[in-house]
């Protein structure tokens, strides 16, 4: 199968630009462009759409369960596995170890509990510091979050410790989660973004070429009071939920406007829902706009 889209692009490319009238053949040229991408299109579909995950994609979302009293340097070990695709992530170590030279991307949401003060998190490649996070004293639990992009050699070690040099400081157990991963497009998918590439410096700027592409980005704009119409809270609670299972929570404590965060790497299928809601079982909490 290897073989076959590489002669296809080899072909395309051989009908763009082995000609010495481009201007005369550029429409024979588009032609055998969208034909090559379509049956591209159509192989990655038999090939991948509702099959086994490709094994160069690596994702993992986990949990920390209990509370945990941290000494300086010591490993955080997210025990509850929601997302594990490639299986780097070692929940029994708290180790993220790449399988494979490329681009990541890590994040940590916490929460230290009210009856701490503060607490210092840092996350590190093998021994080196990549970012650091920080949830303050005063106000009740605090939230904090930290997230690095980092070019990783295939071994290297990804973790979330407690920051060196500190005495003991609490993580609240069920609000902190550790999450990244890496997105690799598989061979077959770059040899269609080539042919795109080609097919739009041909000019066909109005083609409707499917994307595998799926983004959004949204504001909340006016200010919500959520739940029911008990008297309103001065904290406020969110879960992320797939379909109706939770995969993420946030807290954003009492004690002036304060910031609370979320993130989840997950698998969907076609057809899965995701949402942000209210906890369930809080009384009414005011989520700011803007």
């Known amino acids: ?150 070019y990783l050699h295939k071994g290297d070690v990804v973790k979330v410790r407690h920051f060196p040099g500190f005495g003991p400081e609490i993580i609240h157990g069920d609000y902190s989660f550790f999450t990244g991963y890496r997105k690799a497009k598989t061979a077959l998918l770059e040899a269609i973004d080539t042919l795109q590439r080609t097919n739009r410096l041909l000019g066909e700027t109005g083609s409707a070429i499917p994307s595998n592409k799926v983004a959004f980005h949204a504001r909340l704009t006016p200010s919500v009071t959520l739940g029911s119409t008990q008297t309103t809270g001065t904290t406020l609670h969110l879960q992320i939920v797939k379909n109706s299972s939770e995969i993420s929570k946030g807290h954003a404590p009492s004690g002036g406007a304060n910031a609370g965060s979320m993130n989840a790497v997950i698998y969907l299928h076609k057809g899965d829902v995701v949402k942000v809601r209210h906890y369930p079982g809080r009384g009414s909490e005011t989520i700011h706009s803007g």
């Open 1 to 150: 199968m290897r073989n076959l889209y590489i002669n296809i692009l080899f072909s395309t490319i051989l009908l763009v630009y082995g000609e010495k009238d481009c201007c005369r053949n550029i429409g024979k040229s588009k032609a055998a462009l969208l034909g090559a991408i379509n049956t591209l299109q159509r192989t990655n579909r038999l090939l991948g759409e509702s099959s086994p995950i490709s094994s160069i994609e690596v994702a993992f979302h986990a949990r920390l369960k209990p509370y945990i009293t941290l000494g300086s340097r010591q490993t955080v070990i997210f025990d509850q596995l929601i997302t594990n695709i490639g299986q780097a992530y070692n929940q029994h170590t708290g180790h993220f170890t790449a399988p494979y030279d490329g681009i990541y991307f890590f994040a940590c949401t916490f929460l230290r509990p009210y009856n701490a003060t503060v607490l210092h998190l840092q996350m590190v490649k093998n021994s080196s510091e990549i970012s650091r996070g920080h949830a303050a004293s005063g106000g009740g639990s605090q939230a904090g979050a930290m997230n690095a992009i980092v």
